[in-house]
């Protein structure tokens, strides 16, 4: 057996990078039995999709309860991950999943339709720090796309596993759309 080789085509112009994970998705398998939790899957990855085109977005790999989906803007990737967020929020199932979202721009190694490198690694780390229901952006999104003093609260440091100390911010999206 040989071992596959990734050759990484080229670096790529600054994008903004989406993730999305579903919150307890073991645990609703378990409780919900797998037809039931398949359905709302699908129902959950309907709306990520649905969002994502709608925004001008590329999801490029489904993770088995999340997305990595990219973005030409920030502002058009804290604009899909408040859009999907409200979507979600709108099924009052108990069968529906809430997530947790992270976005960061930068730049990565475009290997086919995937992406790797410190900024790839970078915005699932920041998806991690994220509560249910929550959305959470670099520091980098927040100084390309500004702030009027109602998007984003005050900011925390996080640490991130493998890369130290970074600043996130939380991304107010309940209320009027």
């Known amino acids: 057996m040989t071992a596959a080789v990734l050759f990484a085509d080229q670096l790529t112009r600054p994008l903004t990078f989406v993730f999305t994970d579903i919150v307890g998705s073991t645990e609703k398998l378990t409780t919900l039995g797998e037809s039931i939790w398949l359905r709302a899957l699908s129902d959950h990855n309907y709306v990520v999709q649905d969002v ?9 790999k489904f993770l088995g309860d999340g997305w990595m989906v990219t973005f030409a803007s920030p502002r058009d990737g804290i604009d899909s991950a408040v859009a999907i967020q409200r979507e979600l929020a709108r099924d009052p199932s108990p ?12 730049t990565a190694l475009a290997t086919g339709d995937d992406f790797l490198g410190k900024d790839v690694v970078l915005a699932s780390r920041i998806t991690r720090e994220a509560g249910p229901g929550e959305i959470v ?9 500004g702030d009027d003093g109602d998007r984003f609260d005050g900011g925390r440091i996080v ?10 911010f939380g991304v107010r999206w309940k209320g009027a759309a």
């Open 159 to 168: 640490h991130l596993k493998g890369l130290g100390p970074h600043l996130v």
């Open 52 to 60: 994502v085109d709608a925004y001008g977005g590329n999801a490029h």
């Open 95 to 106: 069968d529906g999943f809430r997530v947790r979202i992270g976005v960061h721009m930068g």
């Open 137 to 145: 952006a670099s520091a980098d999104v927040l100084d390309v796309i």
